[in-house]
């Protein structure tokens, strides 16, 4: 029997809906403030939501989020994109670029861009935006039932809910 998409969309809007309760429940429990697993690809997770929903309370709680991440910066976090400080600036620089924020990045961003200065920057890699994402959120998590999946964006939540927004 032939489906309208709009059922299929509203089925995905309801995972969608599932995901975004889940990591509203969780995400501020997570110890990690980094890109792919932690709070940081949550945010992107939440800034996207809140545009694709149109619910500004989606937006209000990337903020929250946001707040957590610098709350719980340091700059004994490692300099690599996965866990520190790169992808935590890489995760600020694709929001203010996509308006997600508003602000000088230079300014944003001097004090992570001074310890990671400290580092050796030969060995990190410049990926660009979409390449981030399809490295990171290719890889899905295992089963149906979402509250045993990861939170952040490698094989978790935030990453399966972006690649349902066609990020």
């Known amino acids: 029997m032939f489906y309208p998409k709009k059922?299929?969309?509203?089925?995905?809007?309801?995972?969608?809906?599932?995901?975004?309760?889940?990591?509203?429940?969780?995400?501020?429990?997570?110890?990690?403030?980094?890109?792919?697993?932690?709070?940081?690809?949550?945010?992107?997770?939440?800034?996207?939501?809140?545009?694709?929903?149109?619910?500004?309370?989606?937006?209000?709680?990337?903020?929250?989020?946001?707040?957590?991440?610098?709350?719980?910066?340091h700059p004994n976090l490692p300099a690599n994109f996965e866990y520190g400080l790169c992808g935590i600036g890489w995760g600020i620089e694709y929001l203010l670029q996509n308006g997600f924020m508003e602000g000088?990045?230079?300014?944003?961003?001097?004090?992570?861009?001074?310890h990671v200065m400290e580092r050796d920057l030969r060995r990190i890699t410049d990926l660009d935006d979409k390449a981030v994402f399809d490295i990171i959120i290719n890889t899905l998590p295992q089963g149906e039932d979402i509250t045993s999946w990861n939170l952040g964006l490698e094989k978790g939540c935030a990453g399966v809910g972006l690649k349902m927004m066609g990020i």
């Open 7 to 73: 059922n299929v969309i509203a089925k995905d809007d309801t995972l969608l809906e599932r995901i975004a309760r889940h990591l509203m429940m969780h995400a501020s429990f997570l110890p990690n403030i980094g890109l792919y697993h932690g709070k940081m690809g949550i945010v992107l997770f939440f800034a996207h939501y809140a545009r694709y929903t149109g619910n500004p309370l989606y937006e209000e709680y990337a903020g929250e989020l946001m707040n957590e991440v610098y709350e719980g910066y």
């Open 104 to 114: 000088d990045a230079d300014e944003i961003l001097a004090e992570i861009d001074a």
